[in-house]
């Protein structure tokens, strides 16, 4: 993979839906070059698919964070359980070292951010847990 394959990737990572004529005139290139490049990059596995991003997907959560959750015994999977239920829980992630689980949280205000960490720190099995919240996201 070369550089301009990375950068008919960003290209393509920005909008999956660009033409070939767009993607060339993006990158300065014929639209047979881009062709080519984009069929040897899917034939070779360095793009694995394309999908379709939903509202849901890309809302802007205005307070973000991650919560990582330390876990008595053998509670993981109650407290995942639970986490699933919860609609301000974006992603939930196992892990290891010291915290158990980290919980990719959403709200609309830091009130309502609150009010979900105090919710999953009175689970039972939880016991500790350290939140950071996310200022800004670049891709």
């Known amino acids: 993979m070369d550089e301009l394959d990375s950068r008919l990737i960003v290209a393509l990572k920005r909008n999956a839906r660009a033409t070939l004529s767009e993607l060339a005139g993006i990158l300065g290139v014929t639209r047979s070059t881009v062709r080519v490049r984009l069929e040897r990059l899917v034939q070779g596995g360095e793009i694995a698919g394309f999908t379709v991003l939903t509202r849901s997907d890309v809302r802007p959560d205005p307070v973000r964070g991650l919560m990582m959750l330390e876990i008595a015994g053998r509670g993981a999977d109650k407290v995942m359980k639970y986490l699933q239920r ?46 950071n919240l996310l200022l800004s996201t670049r891709r």
Do not use: K, M, Y
């Open 86 to 131: 919860l609609p301000e829980v974006r992603a939930i992630h196992s892990t290891n070292g010291t915290w158990d689980l980290i919980a990719e949280i959403g709200t609309d205000t830091l009130e309502h951010f609150d009010q979900v960490l105090t919710a999953i720190r009175r689970l039972d099995s939880v016991t500790r847990s350290e939140t």
